[in-house]
T-cell receptor, first 113, second 114 residues
């Protein structure tokens, strides 16, 4: 069965520093991976996805993610964090041959001034 | 585009009452998903529809929960009778046809069952 793991409940980073939010996956077949962000009292918003091609995927708000097949990872990154990036981040994998997504538990990112 | 619309945004009810949550997907999207989010269990997929047909309802917790999609622009999630453990935020999401498309989430309905 497809699954994703987000090993950190919370990540703390100072404003201006680079940030990384970790995600590892387990799939049978090709992985189709997504990152979403959830701000307080809001629905999830799509950030980026990896389907095929370049291992470095660029998305919204300056975020990018690196697909690493050998490490089965899809870590979310940003070169310089903003306080406004503070939110809950979800990694997700597509489940098989349909558009159903399996979400990780989420990682709370706190960016401090 | 108005995005995915959900109503009500907040619902407070008493145990045993019927609750109906509503969703209007983005026009032209043919897949619709209902999720539940709690602190304890995270984000759970309850059911999803493709072209108004339920495809996978394996996440529906029990018979008290039911979902319908009578047409391409409207879906309901009903809980009857409601219980305190149903308290959660319920999200509706939609996506366009084709593979690998991202889902667009509504703002959610915060349900509190007393």
């Amino acid at each position: 069965a497809q699954s994703v793991a987000q090993p950190e409940d919370q990540v703390n980073v100072a404003e201006g520093n680079p940030l990384t939010v970790k995600c590892t996956y387990s799939v049978s077949g090709n992985p189709y991976l997504f990152w979403y962000v959830q701000y307080p009292n809001r629905g999830l918003q799509f950030l980026l996805k990896y389907i095929t091609g370049d291992n470095l995927v660029k998305g919204s708000y300056g975020f990018e993610a690196e697909f690493n097949k050998s490490q089965t990872s899809f870590h979310l990154k940003k070169p310089s964090a903003l306080v406004s990036d503070s939110a809950l981040y979800f990694c997700a994998v597509r489940d098989g041959f349909n558009n159903k997504l399996i979400f990780g538990a989420g990682t709370r990112l706190a960016v401090h001034p | 585009d108005a995005g995915v619309i959900q109503s009500p945004r907040h619902e407070v009810t008493e145990m045993g009452q019927e609750v109906t949550l509503r969703c209007k997907p983005i026009s032209g999207h043919n897949s619709l998903f209902w999720y539940r989010q709690t602190m304890m269990r995270g984000l759970e997929l309850l059911i999803y529809f493709n072209n108004n047909v339920p495809i996978d309802d394996s996440g529906m917790p029990e018979d008290r929960f039911s979902a319908k999609m009578p047409n391409a622009s409207f879906s309901t999630l009903k809980i009857q009778p409601s219980e305190p453990r149903d308290s959660a935020v319920y999200f509706c999401a939609s996506s366009p046809s084709g593979d690998f498309n991202e889902q667009f989430f509504g703002p959610g309905t915060r349900l509190t069952v007393l």
